[in-house]
């Protein structure tokens, strides 16, 4: 087809890059190219009709599998064990892409990245916008909200045992449904650009933990208490439950964030650029009864 964008997604074979190819492949949004550490890991993507290309950002060679790409969605990677090292693989993309000539640059980001946020990892994303800003590619950020399905982390055992144990305190939240992150990443990546953008991808309902509580309750009959406690609290108990003890102050820092309100975003982001309405968070819990009523 004459003039079609060639469009290469990174982590593809990550639950959100997967669906991210999967909706460009269904609207022949252009030359889809599935791009993967591993790319046996994605031959269902390969036969659904995306090319493959190996992607490593560890890799000096990177410019090479971005060569004759128009447009770039940039999936943060998953590489939270050494600090510094998400961002060092992310700046080598953005740089990759550079010298490979992509004219635009999607990248799934956080809310509200910038210095004093209390989340880990936050500065891996705000460098990397910082480093985008720098690059002179065009460039879209995508600040994704916590995703509806994290809740299955936690409110399965909550339901169980009748309390959910929390640091987030009256602060609220819009979970997005991953689905509808995958849509507007699609989405952002098969667009035309017109200049530079930010959008927060969020759901429609900011809820707080007692409402999102009332909410998994009515959804599986199981009545569940919200106990307020301190991060340090949570963390322990985090840690007491089998989680590791380099992970708990991450989980645990996320309800700090909720708290001091950095999250109370609720954006109509995903409505514009996708024409989709989010899915609400009721939904959701619906459809993931058996789910939620088994503890692991």
Do not use: C
């Not at 982590?11 to 669906?19: K, M, N, T, V």
């Not at 600040?143 to 936690?154: A, I």
């Not at 995903?270 to 459809?287: E, S």
């Amino acid at each position: 087809m004459a003039n079609q964008p060639t469009l290469l997604v990174t982590g593809a074979s990550g639950q959100l890059g997967r669906r991210a190819v999967e909706i460009l492949l269904e609207a022949k949004a252009g030359n889809v190219i599935a791009g993967t550490r591993d790319p046996s890991k994605i031959a269902d993507l390969a036969a659904k009709g995306a090319e493959v290309r190996k992607v490593d950002f560890d890799d000096p060679a990177l410019a090479e599998s971005f060569k004759g790409v128009d447009r770039l969605l940039l999936i943060s990677t998953d590489a939270l064990d050494t600090p510094g090292k998400r961002l060092n693989q992310h700046k080598a993309a953005i740089a990759a892409a550079k010298k490979a000539g992509v004219k635009h640059i999607v990248y799934t980001s956080m809310p509200k990245p910038e210095p004093g946020s209390p989340i880990p990892f936050a500065p891996d994303h705000y460098g990397t916008e910082q480093a985008l800003e720098a690059s002179g590619i065009g460039w879209t950020v995508l600040r994704n909200g916590w995703y509806q399905e994290n809740l299955l982390h936690s409110l399965p055992s909550a339901l169980a045992s009748g309390k959910w144990f929390s640091a987030a305190g009256d602060g609220k939240v819009a979970h997005v449904a991953r689905e509808d992150a995958a849509y507007a990443a699609a989405a952002a990546l098969a667009a035309t650009p017109q200049g530079n953008a930010r959008y927060d991808i969020t759901g429609a309902e900011l809820l707080t933990t007692k409402e999102i509580a009332k909410l998994a309750s009515e959804a599986t009959g199981k009545p569940v208490e919200v106990v307020n406690v301190t991060d340090e609290q949570l963390t322990q108990g985090m840690i007491a439950a089998g989680m590791p003890a380099f992970l708990a102050p991450v989980f645990a820092s996320f309800d700090t964030n909720t708290r001091k309100g950095n999250i109370a975003i609720a954006s109509d982001a995903v409505q514009k650029l996708t024409g989709r309405t989010p899915r609400p968070l009721k939904q959701f819990f619906a459809a993931n009864k058996e789910a939620l009523l088994h503890a692991h």
